[in-house]
Antibody
Framework: QVQLQESGPGLVKPSETLSLTCSVS?????????WGWLRQPPGRGLEWLGN???????AYNPSLKSRVTFSLDTSKNQFSLKLTSVTAAETAFYYC???????????WGQGMLVTVSS | QSALTQPASISGSPGQSITISCTGS?????????VSWYQQHPDKAPKLIIC???TRPSGISNRFSGSKSGNTASLTISGLQPEDEADYYC??????????FGSGTAVAVL
């Protein structure tokens, strides 16, 4: 059974760094597909943050490119997100997901609410 | 502001068919067949129901169907059922290498 689970601090101060980890079970993060991060402000729509590939290469949403970094830890079967200099507008549910082709994510984590507030 | 435009809400009676439109541009829907649709129930993660314009993943009801013409994609739900009440989002690949989402459509089953 495939499961993805986001973890990390649920509260981050403005201007600080948001860090989340996605733990994967039932699949290997080093297999042929790729892994994505997406977010959804409460009551609003979805936004793609980017992908990380088994090679470790990443593709980022151009709107975030200078502030976002992904990493892959094959030994722990996890991948991670770091987003620097966050603002209150980035309060959202953050999801990790498996990507199988462009704009196609078939397995999702349950989502984690991260609140940006002092 | 979302890159793809969807109607805010659509309603229908059980058994009816409804169609949700998703309008983009030549930079996304008009150039690629990487179009997906997601269903999201309250407090749940999105669920993939259509990929590659019209392909249903395994386990998805054939009551869901997708199509595309020019810069507009569509999701049709046939034989509307109470459990179809949810938010629906379209998504597409874009020429800048990003994935863009629609604004979302709330479907109500009356």
């Amino acid at each position: 059974q495939v499961q993805l689970q986001e973890s990390g601090p649920g509260l981050v101060k403005p201007s600080e760094t948001l860090s989340l980890t996605c733990s994967v079970s039932g699949l290997s993060v080093s297999e042929v597909y790729f892994w994505g991060w997406l977010r959804q402000p409460p009551g609003r729509g979805l936004e793609w943050l980017g992908n990380i590939y088994p090679s470790g290469r990443s593709a980022y949403n151009p709107s975030l490119k200078s502030r976002v970094t992904f990493s892959l830890d094959t030994s722990k079967n996890q991948f991670s997100l770091k987003l620097t200099s966050v603002t209150a507008a980035e309060t959202a549910f953050y999801y990790c997901a498996r990507g199988v082709s462009a704009a196609t994510f078939d397995y999702w984590g349950q989502g984690m609410l991260v609140t940006v507030s002092s | 502001q979302s890159a793809l435009t969807q109607p805010a809400s659509i309603s229908g009676s059980p058994g009816q068919s409804i169609t949700i439109s998703c309008t983009g541009s030549n930079s996304d829907l008009g150039s690629y067949n990487f179009v997906s649709w997601y269903q999201q129930h309250p407090d749940k993660a999105p669920k993939l129901i259509i990929c590659d314009v019209a392909t249903r993943p395994s386990g998805i009801s054939n009551r869901f169907s997708g199509s595309k013409s020019g810069n507009t994609a569509s999701l049709t739900i046939s034989g509307l059922q109470p459990e179809d009440e949810a938010d629906y989002y379209c998504s597409s690949y874009s020429t800048d290498g990003s994935y863009v989402f629609g604004s979302g459509t709330a479907v109500a089953v009356l």
